[in-house]
Structure formats: structure tokens, C-alpha cells
């Protein structure tokens, strides 16, 4: 049986991120990571909208995504491969822009003095100033805004093609295969076996199977509160004159909307709906675009009256049920596991932290450059949950 350092399970964004973070100081480690889909096709990462924010409510979140915000900025370089060069995410920063109710100001308030004190670069808009970015939108009922310029968007798929191919570069084994067991002796995991009779062991593991990571904790009798959430995103054409703003816009009822590309004609939008049943469904429901989103744009919006729907997808969040909160770190009970999971809905923009927190967990033991303590499966234990308010 052929044995690593360390075993991935589940080559997304996760996995690739905690292999880089790990072979980038330890560059000779055996790392294996083994995945099942090398298209991707139903993987929460290239589904995504690649949403980068910082404005969070919880310190430990917005540390995440500005240490990630770092990566993605220097991306190319830091990602640069003799066979592919330096690849290119799309990083458009220039924003997050939240619309906030009068009811919601307190709070939106509480979390920009919060966000301040990290240093975030955030700016506080009044009603006018919204007025003069977003002429056509009404604002009755808002109460002012909050922008952060270093926010954007980018490509999830680009940014995952950029790790995979600087994780193979920098020498981890990609395994086309799919884990079907785990060998568990005591607190400790042995080895991993797969669908084509494969098996590995290993000193550690890492659970970096997104919305599937609960299939592998029961192969190794344990379980985590994560389950798949459908999330749909829609595709529109607008009228390219439309004033719509350049940055990702948030209505206080969760209506959002950005331009696809910074000069198009088409706009994706959505609107959060957390009672979605659980479970995997990849169909995305187009009668709730008819029925609930198009009508928030065009009550908000004249511009956004005449949008058409020229498509939509659906992906699925790996979403945790109590505190809707990333779990990382060493599983309570199996000594040489280690969770990266959970992420509800913000793990892009948290994934080079959150890699980078797992492998000063395997290398060192404990946290060097943030700590993510807070964020340890140990908290639905304990009850310490770390409960985020800006979730969207
Ligand atoms: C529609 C949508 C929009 C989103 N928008 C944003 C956003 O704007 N900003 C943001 O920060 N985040 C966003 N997210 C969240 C983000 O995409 C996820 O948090 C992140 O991609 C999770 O990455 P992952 O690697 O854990 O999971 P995944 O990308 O799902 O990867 C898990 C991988 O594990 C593999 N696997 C599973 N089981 C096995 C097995 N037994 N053996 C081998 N391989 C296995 C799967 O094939 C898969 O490739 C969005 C998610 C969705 C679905």
C-alpha cells in the first residue's frame, strides 16, 4: 500500500488550497489528492459567483477573507506554472454594495465599527450618496449603504484552474478516483480505499469534499451538521444603457445584481432563499425568478423592469445548519483528520486562509498566521457557536 504525508479528499477549491499552502512550505511532502470528477461538473466551486467580501460580522471572517483578498490580488504571480503561465481570475474589484433597511441600519452600523477596527476599507454611505451611484433605484425605506472598494468579483473556475495546475507543478499526486472507505483504529485514520480498489494510507487526512463531506465522515462513524443547499443564480440581458452601478448591489429584501462583465449587456442577479429544501438538485427553479426576483428589480428598479431571462444555475452550497459557519480544523475525535468544511455559501472567498489554516495545523500543530480556533467542530460541543449577521 502505497503511503503519503498527507491525503486530500476532494480536489476543489479546498483541497487545492490547503496542497498549496502545505507543499509551498514543505515542498517535499507527499501529498495525494484524490477526486473523483476532474470536470468539476457539480462541485460548489466553479458553480460559484466568486463574490469577494470582507464586510462580515464575525473577526474571524473578515480575517479570512482579507488574508485571501492578499492571494487573490497577487494571484498570477503567486500561481505562475511553466506549462500554463500566469493565470488570469478576472479580479474585479470595485465593491460590494449593501443597501441597508432602516431596521437593519443598528446592526449593519455595529458590524461597520467592527469591520473598521480590522481595517477594513470600508465606507459608509448616506441616502444621498446612493442616490447620486444608483439613480434609478429607489431608496424609500433605506436607511444608507456600505461599500467596500477592495471587494469584487472573480472567475471561480480560472482561480481553481490556477491552483490545480500549480499544486501538480509544485509535485502533489492528482488521483482521478472516488473514496469509498476510510480504515479507522481508534482516534486515528489508517488508510483510505477507493471505487477502483485503490488503497492509501496516510499520516493525515483532510476532508475537503464540499457538500459531500458528510459521506466521509460516515465512513469513519462521525458526522458533521452540513448538508447541500440549492442556490440559484440567473442570467439576464439588460439594456446596455442601463444605470445599475458597477458594483455587486444588495436591496435590503437580498435582491442583488451585478453587470457580468464590466461593459455587457447581461446581469446575473438572484435572491438569497434559505428555505430551499436540502439536499442535491441541480435544476434551478425558474418560476422564482418570475415570481419573486424579477419582481423585487422591477419594484426597485425602472432599468430593471425590462430585464429578460436568458438562462439560469444552480449549484450547491456545502452548508452548515447550526451557525452557517465554515468548521476547520482537527476533528474532535479522530486525532489525524482534519475538517475543512461548511463554508455556507462564502468559502471562495475564504478558501486560501482556510487552506493555509489546515496546513499550519498539520505542519505545526497549531495556528502561525490567523487563528481559526474559534472555528473547530469542537463548538457543537461545547456550544460556542459562531454565529455570522451578515450572511446574504
Ligand atoms: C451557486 C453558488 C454560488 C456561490 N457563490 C459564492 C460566492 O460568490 N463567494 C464565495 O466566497 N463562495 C461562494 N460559494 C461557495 C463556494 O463555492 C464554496 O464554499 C466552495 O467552492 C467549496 O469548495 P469545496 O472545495 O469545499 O467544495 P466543492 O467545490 O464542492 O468540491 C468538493 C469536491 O470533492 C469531490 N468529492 C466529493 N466526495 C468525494 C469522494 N468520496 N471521493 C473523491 N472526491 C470527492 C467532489 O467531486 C468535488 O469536486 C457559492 C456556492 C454556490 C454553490
Redesign the pocket.
Known amino acids: 500500500m502505497e503511503h503519503f504525508d498527507v491525503i486530500i ?8 488550497a490547503t496542497a498549496y499552502a502545505l507543499l509551498q512550505e514543505r515542498p517535499a511532502l507527499k501529498v495525494l489528492i ?4 476532474p470536470t ?1 461538473r ?11 467580501r470582507q464586510q462580515f460580522s464575525e473577526r474571524v471572517n473578515i480575517r479570512m477573507a482579507r488574508q485571501s483578498i492578499e492571494t487573490f490580488e497577487h494571484f498570477g504571480e503567486l500561481m505562475e506554472t511553466r506549462a500554463y503561465g500566469r493565470p488570469e481570475i478576472d479580479f474585479r474589484q470595485g465593491g460590494y454594495l449593501f443597501l441597508v433597511s432602516e431596521e437593519k441600519w443598528a446592526t449593519a452600523m455595529e458590524n461597520a465599527r467592527v469591520q473598521l477596527d480590522e481595517g477594513v476599507e470600508l465606507k459608509i454611505l448616506s441616502v444621498d450618496e446612493l442616490r447620486e451611484l444608483l439613480p434609478d433605484v429607489d431608496l424609500t425605506g433605506v436607511a444608507g449603504g456600505t461599500v467596500c472598494p477592495r471587494e469584487g ?1 472573480l472567475d ?1 473556475q480560472a482561480v ?1 484552474g490556477g491552483y490545480t495546475a500549480k499544486v501538480a507543478e509544485m509535485g502533489a499526486v492528482y488521483r482521478t ?4 472507505g476510510l480504515k479507522r483504529e481508534g482516534d486515528r485514520l489508517v488508510s483510505c480505499g ?1 471505487a477502483s480498489g485503490a488503497e492509501f494510507s496516510a499520516d493525515y487526512f483532510v476532508n ?6 458528510r ?2 465522515m460516515h465512513m469513519c462513524d462521525r458526522d458533521l451538521p452540513v448538508e447541500p443547499l440549492r ?3 440567473y442570467v439576464t440581458r439588460i439594456d446596455k444603457q442601463a444605470d445599475i452601478g458597477l458594483a455587486y448591489t444588495t436591496l435590503p429584501d437580498t435582491c442583488w445584481w451585478f453587470r457580468e462583465h464590466a461593459d455587457g449587456d447581461t446581469m446575473l442577479c438572484g435572491k438569497t432563499k434559505l428555505d430551499f429544501e436540502l439536499g442535491f438538485d441541480y435544476s434551478p427553479d425558474l418560476p422564482y425568478f418570475a415570481d419573486v426576483v424579477w419582481p423585487s428589480l422591477a419594484a426597485n428598479s425602472p432599468s430593471l423592469d425590462r430585464v429578460r431571462l436568458l438562462g439560469a ?6 452548508f452548515n445548519t447550526v451557525d452557517q459557519n465554515a468548521i476547520i480544523g482537527f476533528d474532535p475525535e479522530i486525532q489525524n483528520l482534519l475538517l ?2 461548511g ?9 486560501p486562509a482556510a487552506g493555509r489554516g489546515v496546513a499550519e495545523l498539520i505542519l505545526h500543530g497549531a495556528y502561525q498566521t490567523l487563528d481559526l480556533s474559534e472555528l473547530s467542530a469542537k463548538r457543537f460541543e461545547t456550544g460556542a457557536l459562531v454565529v455570522e449577521k451578515a450572511i446574504i
Open positions: 479528499m476532494g480536489g476543489a477549491i479546498m483541497g487545492s484524490i477526486e473523483r470528477d468539476y457539480r462541485a460548489a466551486t466553479p458553480l460559484a459567483l466568486g463574490g469577494v468579483l471561480p481553481l478516483d472516488e473514496v469509498t477507493t475537503a469534499a464540499g457538500p459531500w463531506c459521506e466521509i442556490h440559484d443564480i444555475w444552480r449549484g450547491c452550497y456545502e475543512i468544511n463554508f455556507s455559501g462564502h468559502g471562495m472567498m475564504q478558501a
